[in-house]
Every structure is written in C-alpha cells, then in structure tokens.
C-alpha cells in the first residue's frame, strides 16, 4: 500500500492516535496500563482511518471497545463480506475423484490447519472463508505495516524529546518544535 | 480533513482493485466508485449499520470532524490537494512490498520475462505513476488469468492480449474476471476443459481454487520473503510468521510509548501534523545529513530510511526482511521493563542494542545480498558514523 493511500492513511491514523491518547488520563496509570492504554488507542486509531472496506476494522473496534457491542454486528459483518455459503466440504468431498493420494490429504490438512490459525490472528477472521480471508489478511498486513512504521517515528520522536529536554530542561515545545524543523529541512 | 477518509476508502479500494483489475482509479478521491463492487457494496452495506456509525461517532467525536462521514464511506471528491506531486511517487513513500511489485512489473513488461505475454493495454496504462502497484497487480492478475482460454465476459485488456497459457495447470475459472464486472449476477461462467469433471461442483471448486491462488501470489507480494517459497502451506507459514511479528512489534512499540515519561502530547501534535502535512516523501537528496549533536534516533528507523533510498527493490527486500527479523528477536528481549521511569540509560540502553543488532544485521545484508551497490556501502559507513538525520 503506497503511493497517495499510503500517507493519507499514516496521516488520519496519526491523527487519531495522537487524540485518543490525548483524551485518556495517563498520568495515574501504571506501566501495564499505559501499555495496554497505548496499544488499544493504536488499535482503535488504525481501525478508524481505514474505513469501511474491510472487515477487520469493526471487528477490531468491537473487540477492543469497553461498552459491550451490539449482538447483531456478527450478522452485519457476515452481510458486509458477502461471504459466501461455504461449501460443504462433505459435498466436495464426494464429488471429487475418488483417487486422492495420501501426501494430498496431509497437505490439505495442513493448509487447513495454517488456515485456522490465520483466522484466530486476522480480527474478524473467523466469520469468513478462506477465500475472503485471504484478502483480508492482505488488507490487515499492509494496514499494519504503515501502523507499525508511525507507532515507530512517534515513540522516537517522543523519546528523544523527553531525553533532551531532561538533558538540557529546554522548554519541550520549542524543543520539540527545533527538533522537527531540523528533521523537515 | 479528508486524509483519513480518502485513504480509508481508497485502502479498500486499493486492495478490491488489485484483485479485481478494474480500469482506471484515481486512488486520491473515491470511496464508492461504481466499478468496484466489492468495496461499494461494502460501503453501502457499511453505511447501513447503525451500532458502527455510532461507534464510529464516538472515536471521532475527539476529532469532531467529518470522520463519521467518512466512516460511511463518502468521501467528498477534493482529497487531490493534499496528495502533492511527491507523495504520487510511489517509489518515495515506498517499503520493499511495493518496490518488489514495481520490479515485478518491469519484469513481467519485459518480453521475455517468464514467457509471460505481455499485456501492452496495462504497460499503456502503465504511464500513470499512481497505478504502478496497481498495474503490477494487473500484470498479475491478467497472468492468473491467462488460464482461461475462453471467456464468456472478457474483459478486454486483459483476455484480449491473451496468447499463451501461462503454464500446464489443468485448472481453468473464469470468476475474477466475471464477478467484478457484473455486481448482481451471483454465478461465473465457467467452461471446463477436455477430460475435466464437468459437474458444478468440480467447476465451482476450481473457481474457488483459482482465486485463494490468485489471492496467494498477492499475498506473496506482500509479506516479504516469501517469493523463493511455493505451495499454500509453506505460504500460509511466512503469512503467519509476518503477522505475529508485525503484531509483536506493534505491542513493542506501544510498550516502548508506555515508558515516555510524562507521556504529553499537547505539544507533539500540531507540530507533527505541520510536519506530515508539510512534507512531500522522503528524497533520496535530503534523507541523509550527519548531525554534530547526539545521535536523532535509534538506527531502528534504518528500516524505514532504506526502503526510500536504496533504488533496487530486491535489496531493500532482502534488508527489510532481516530487519523485521532483527526487530522481533528484540522484541522478545525487551520485554522485561518493569520500571516506568524513562531513564536516559534505558533509551540508550535500547538504542545500543537495536544499533548492535543492526549493526549484525547490515554486515549479514552486505554479505549476502546479490545485488550490493554502492549506496548499501555508503549506508554502512553512514551508520558507522554514527549520527542520522531521520526525515519524518
């Protein structure tokens, strides 16, 4: 995911996370809870500038949000993916030649089993097949690449402002204001 | 503003383009283009789902703008300001997924490049720097596709260049071809070849097939290392490996936020926002100027800065790849801060192990890496230097 979609996203997911954190009160916490506050607050935050064109966002939202979701968003999210009645694997089964080598059948089970396993990791995975998964699981990567590389630059950006300014005891805005003209020019 | 929204629908957009090889899309404004079925009727569907407006509502209340619209997948069509002229490279923005796709693009444009046909409808459309992935992806697309010897809805930039089948594979679906063009119908014509089954479950099961395969060779695109890999399992395993690390190194990150102390951000944000909104992609000119103070940033944002300044995609690749190894092996390690403080000697201490692994890290890349130019050495003495200048 790169080109004009790739900022765009990095900017709103940003945006967001900045706010949220902004709006919880990390000041009484302790360090798990900071953590946990952090890590959800980036969740929430990706999940919202992505959108509806996924799946994986409102599974995340309903995962991670504290007020119990509503119990129809399962169906809407079943409606949303279009998925398809998964096929009866029974009915293919028969229907398949009756010649199938052993080698085949382990192979098929360990695709399943890998599959099974990608559901548990991609939010909103288990309601889809494996087709549907799939792209999913593309979305959720790419998503998660551009979350990792922001969560990146503002954990060092932050760091390094705090180190400085306890260095030194500048005034952290004009530090911090120093600090990203230099990087911009 | 319309950044979030426009790259939230777009996102999908992206994705359901690359899979379904609509025609032209400007990536900058649409949500709900009527060519993709997919996302559009997503986004209706979306639209109608009141718990996730409300939702939606709620985390955007901090913004109090127009996310909830957005949420519902309208993007008003002026997004085009703000995507400048730089951020359309889709080089300079760029990480090793997107740079292998570029490459495989030129690969697959050459003639002769794994007796691939060449698809001269995509390479025309090709021109636009925008839709370089997505013509990578089309390339691709049109190459899965090249299975289908007949279709009954051709589409014609793809099946009308069609001259060879790309290998000896018995299967045959002509769904992602049909399916996309044709939101309402619910079946895909499918022809099947000379001594196949020629029941509807056989065919409906080599229709899925070709698509999970489809969806794989993107997939293959994405996570990195997984090109030299073939067969599903062996895929699904680098899938998941690149999942779990990705995932891991989002708690990482977040627990390495957990220590700033105090964690404020009532200065961070606006003067980040000036900054993202101001700058145009990192130019390969200006990422790199040694600084006499202490040392910006951990070498971690190595990753990042080479991904935008090594021209060739395959080391990149090969470098981000070790990179996300060399990352999560810590990722293990520092998990054991117990204190909340954020003492000097803790970044350093963090900054000296991501520095000593990424030192490892790039000797290894040096050494290994088949096409090592010139930039990769200037990068190791840049780092032995010892001071970057990260851009953000």
Redesign the interface.
């Known amino acids: 995911m790169r080109g004009p979609t790739a900022k765009a996203f990095k900017q709103g997911f940003l945006r967001s996370f900045l706010l949220s954190l902004k709006s919880c009160r990390t000041g009484d916490m302790s360090l798990q809870e900071r953590k946990r506050a952090v890590r959800s607050s980036a969740d929430a935050a990706m999940a919202t500038a992505r959108g509806g064109g996924a799946i994986w966002p409102r599974a995340l939202l309903a995962s991670s949000s504290s007020s119990p979701s509503s119990s129809s968003w399962p169906g809407l999210l079943l409606n949303a993916a279009k998925v398809k009645t998964t096929r009866c694997k029974s009915t293919a089964r028969r229907c398949c030649r009756p010649k199938r080598s052993s080698s085949e059948m382990i192979a098929r089970r360990l695709v399943r089993k890998r599959t099974k396993i990608l559901r548990g990791m991609v939010p909103g995975g288990e309601l889809l097949d494996s087709v549907s998964l799939l792209r999913e699981a593309m979305d959720y990567v790419v998503h998660l690449r551009a979350q990792v590389a922001v969560l990146r630059r503002v954990s060092n950006a932050m760091h390094h402002m705090a180190a400085t300014s306890y260095l030194t005891g500048l005034d952290l805005s004009r530090l911090a204001q120093g600090l990203l003209h230099r990087v911009c020019n | ?16 383009s ?2 379904n090889s609509s025609p032209m899309l400007d ?2 404004v649409l ?1 709900g283009a009527p060519a993709l079925d ?2 559009g ?3 209706d ?3 109608g ?1 009141p ?2 407006a409300e ?2 509502a709620r ?2 209340s ?2 109090g703008q127009r ?1 909830a619209s ?4 309208m993007p008003p069509p002026a ?1 085009g300001a ?2 400048g002229g730089g ?4 080089s300079s ?3 090793p ?2 740079a292998m796709k570029d490459a495989n693009a030129k690969k697959r444009k050459a003639p002769a490049a794994k007796g691939k046909a060449k698809d001269p409808s995509v390479s025309t459309s090709g021109q636009a720097g ?1 839709q ?2 997505s013509d990578a992806k089309r390339c691709k697309a049109g190459d899965a596709e090249k299975k289908v010897t007949t279709a009954v809805k051709p589409k014609a930039e793809q099946t009308g260049s069609d001259s060879s089948v790309e290998d000896g594979e018995q299967k045959k679906g002509k769904g992602k071809n049909g399916k996309p063009v044709e939101p309402p119908k619910d079946y895909v014509h499918v022809r099947a070849r000379r001594g196949q ?1 020629t ?1 509807s ?2 065919l ?2 080599r229709v ?1 097939r070709e ?2 395969s489809q ?2 060779k ?2 293959q695109d ?2 990195p290392g997984c090109n030299k890999v073939i ?3 062996l895929m ?2 680098e ?2 490996n ?3 690390s ?2 891991r ?3 990482f ?17 606006t ?9 145009c ?1 990192p130019s390969a000119s ?1 990422v790199f100027s040694l ?1 006499s103070s ?1 040392s ?3 070498f ?2 190595q990753g ?1 800065v080479f991904q935008s300044f090594v021209p060739n995609s395959m080391e990149s690749q090969c470098t981000l790849n070790q990179l996300d190894l060399a990352l999560s092996q810590t990722t293990n390690a520092q998990y054991g ?4 403080t ?1 003492s ?1 000697n803790l ?1 350093q201490q963090v900054r000296n192990y991501w520095e000593d692994d990424l030192q490892s890290v790039f000797h290894v890349d040096n050494g290994q890496s088949h096409d090592n130019g010139a930039s990769a050495e200037s990068f190791h003495g840049d780092l032995q230097a010892g001071q970057m ?4």
């Open positions: 503003m319309d950044g979030s929204r426009a790259g939230g629908g777009s996102g999908g957009d992206y994705i359901s690359l899979l990536f900058g949500g997919g996302a009727d997503c986004l569907r979306f639209c789902d718990g996730f939702r939606a985390l955007s901090f913004n996310f957005g949420l519902l997948g997004p703000e995507f951020s359309r490279e889709a923005v760029s990480d997924g997107s925008e370089s992935e089954a029941d479950h056989s409906a099961e899925r698509r999970i969806r794989m993107f997939l994405l996570v067969g599903k399992a699904l395993d899938i998941i690149y999942v779990q990705l995932q190194q989002v708690e990150l977040s627990m390495k936020l957990a220590t700033v102390n105090p964690l404020d951000f009532s200065n961070l944000p003067l980040l926002h000036k900054d993202m909104f101001q700058a992609g200006s600084e202490s910006a940033f951990p971690s944002d990042d801060f117990q204190d909340g954020a000097t970044q200048k990260m851009e953000f």
